[in-house]
């Protein structure tokens, strides 16, 4: 089973900052499916990212993603109060699906 | 549009049996994969596995594999995630969540929240 981990575990930024979050996978992520996900308080996850870099309909711009392998990174690249929320990467391979334990994005 | 629809919150007492449900609408139900992930109170997303509706295949995570059961009635659209004796540590919400493009999850349920307490 492919362990995911996510660095930091939290961040504060101010409005209009860059974040970059990263996601770590304990072996190589098959055909770069790694999806990255955003769960705001009561809220269903939403998908963001797929395919390590492909938007997801209705994702704003500002959001990206990258990465190969076992290192992945999230983009947000000029923060917005409304991106304030936990952030999750995902991965899928051997039948298996996993998740990253979160980055928690606070705004200052 | 697509939708997932599930089941209503539930409390229940340790030991009892439950089974909650995810309905899908709004696109071909046997094309999909449907997968459950647990949500602790205050913790991450947890996959606890999946389901071909198509033909009922499913396989679970290490984790959950033999406590939980994952079914599908493609008559009425609809998947299942079952308990036979549920523990306190069973109380979180659980969502349902359809496969998209390179094996993410583009659709979710609402979240179906179980607690399970004496």
């Known amino acids: 089973e492919i362990v995911l981990t996510q660095s930091p575990g939290s961040l504060s930024l101010s409005p209009g900052e860059r974040a970059t979050l990263s996601c770590r996978a304990s072996q190589s992520v098959s055909n770069n499916y790694l999806a990255w996900y955003q769960q705001k308080p009561g809220q269903a996850p939403r998908l963001l990212i797929y395919?390590?870099?492909t938007r997801a309909t209705g994702t704003p711009d500002r959001f990206s993603g990258s990465g190969s392998g076992t290192d992945f990174t999230l983009t947000i690249s000029r923060l917005e109060p409304e991106d304030v929320a936990v952030y999750y990467c995902?991965?899928?391979?051997?039948?298996?699906?996993?998740f990253g334990p979160g980055t928690k994005v606070d705004i200052k | 549009e697509v939708q997932l629809v599930q089941s209503g919150a539930e409390v229940k007492k340790p030991g009892e049996s439950l089974r909650i449900s995810c309905q899908g609408s709004g696109y071909s139900f046997t094309s999909y994969w449907i997968s459950w992930v647990r949500q602790m109170p205050g913790k991450g997303l947890e996959w606890m596995g999946r389901?071909?509706?198509?033909?009922?295949?499913?396989n679970y995570s290490p984790s959950f594999q033999g406590h939980v059961t994952i079914s599908a009635d493609k008559s009425i659209t609809t998947v299942y995630l079952q308990w036979s004796s549920l523990k306190a540590s069973d109380t979180a919400v659980y969502y349902c969540?359809?496969?998209?493009?390179?094996?993410?999850?583009?659709?979710w349920g609402q979240g179906s929240l179980v607690t399970v307490s004496s």
């Open positions: 395919g390590a870099s």
């Open positions: 995902q991965q899928y391979g051997r039948s298996l699906f996993t």
């Open positions: 969540a359809r496969q998209g493009y390179s094996y993410a999850f583009n659709h």
């Open positions: 389901i071909d509706p198509r033909d009922s295949y499913t």
